[in-house]
Structure formats: C-alpha cells, structure tokens
T-cell receptor, first 112, second 116 residues
Framework: DSGVTQTPKHLITATGQRVTLRCSPR?????VYWYQQSLDQGLQFLIQYYNGEERAKGNILERFSAQQFPDLHSELNLSSLELGDSALYFC???????????FGPGTRLTVT | AQKVTQAQTEISVVEKEDVTLDCVYETRDTTYYLFWYKQPPSGELVFLIRRNSFDEQNEISGRYSWNFQKSTSSFNFTITASQVVDSAVYFC?????????????WGLGTSLAVNP
C-alpha cells in the first residue's frame, strides 16, 4: 500500500460526458502528479501540482483540467469524453526535489 | 529531447533463471534521476529504486540489482534466480525538471513472464 488513494476504482461512462477523478496524496507529500496509461500510448504524464499550484504540464488535453485543494487532495476533470480517453489514470504523490513518486491504485475509465 | 528506451518488449524465462532488463536514456541535463517501477498484473505501480546521476555505484537489494553506466547512458536491472511472482511489466523512467517541478519520462516497459 503506497498510501496514495484514488477514487473511484472503475468508471464507465458514455461519450460526451464529464467525470471527476479524485486523489489523496500520502501524508506529508505536497506534490501530486497525474498520469494516463493506455495500451497504445504507454504512460503519459499529464500534470503536476505542488502545494496547490500547477508546476508542470505534459500531454494534457484542453478537455482535461485538474486542481489541488488546500487539504492537498487533487481532482482530475475529464470532459466531452471520447472513446480514446478510455485508459487507466494514475495519481502519484511525492516530496520535495527529485524524490520518487508513489502511485495510487489507479482509476480505470471506460468510455462507451 | 529526453527519452527512455526499453528495447525489450517482452521477455519470457523459466523460474530460477537470471534476467536483465535494459534501459537506455537520453537527456541534456547534467543532474537527473532514474527510476525503476514494477507493474504486476493487479495494475498498481510499485517504486523499486531511484538513482541520481552523480552516483554510479551499483546497487543490490536481495535478488534485484541495478547497473548504472553513465558512459553508455544505461540503467539496467537484473533479477537473479527469478520467481513467478516477478512476472510483471517493468518500467524505467527519467526525471526531468528542477526543484519541485519534475515529471517522469517513461519507457514503454518490458513485460516479464516467469514460468514455473
């Protein structure tokens, strides 16, 4: 158990819909990272927050947005969903500097 | 551009064999960090090791060992006396950025199957 929690574990929704994925980091970790893992693209970094502020951005679509709240939990919002958004979405948390990132169990999103 | 290459897509071995997973990276940074993660069939990503660019000492942890060679930009991972529980996808990753603004660049992973 990494100490990072993600909800929900599974999500099935239809094209065009909007969903919110939730992540709680390990106690003491200020950084939260979001990743997408799909069969054809592998693991892709989406976005990083550090203590409530956006710090790094990767291949995140404009239809996707994220935020980190004062209690440090984070939400990833995915809107106007397409079939290609079906993937495993991971949240990770870490401490300062170049420390390792600890991953949550992931949310498996299926868009039908 | 920063890049991580894991040339072996799939490896299949018989239990108790030794197996080496290759990882080659590209970076312009002089300070960087390399990682290995394991993703078993259950799907979670498990941190195995972090290595910084200034420390080229090899590391051993039980049956796992890592060989970091800056001259060849490689960070290979060896499992000695493999076991069925080692069956998983293994990812090598490179950390880029500075300070608290870092992201991991991932290889595509090597799927290891250890057969009884």
């Amino acid at each position: 158990d990494s100490g990072v929690t993600q909800t929900p574990k599974h999500l099935i929704t239809a094209t065009g819909q909007r969903v919110t994925l939730r992540c709680s980091p390990r106690s003491g970790d200020l950084s939260v990272y979001w990743y997408q893992q799909s069969l054809d693209q592998g693991l892709q970094f989406l976005i990083q927050y550090y203590n409530g502020e956006e710090r790094a951005k990767g291949n995140i679509l404009e239809r996707f947005s994220a935020q980190q709240f004062p209690d440090l939990h984070s939400e990833l919002n995915l809107s106007s969903l397409e079939l290609g958004d079906s993937a495993l979405y991971f949240c990770a948390s870490g401490r300062q500097g170049a420390g390792e990132q600890y991953f949550g169990p992931g949310t498996r999103l299926t868009v039908t | 551009a920063q890049k991580v290459t894991q040339a072996q897509t799939e490896i299949s071995v018989v239990e108790k064999e030794d197996v080496t997973l290759d990882c080659v990276y590209e970076t312009r940074d002089t300070t960087y960090y390399l990682f290995w993660y394991k993703q078993p069939p259950s799907g979670e990503l498990v941190f195995l090791i972090r290595r910084n660019s200034f420390d080229e000492q090899n590391e051993i942890s039980g049956r796992y060992s890592w060989n970091f060679q800056k001259s060849t930009s490689s960070f290979n991972f060896t499992i000695t006396a493999s076991q069925v529980v080692d069956s998983a996808v293994y990812f090598c990753a490179l950390s880029e950025g500075a300070g608290n603004n870092r992201k991991l660049i991932w290889g595509l992973g090597t799927s290891l199957a250890v057969n009884p």
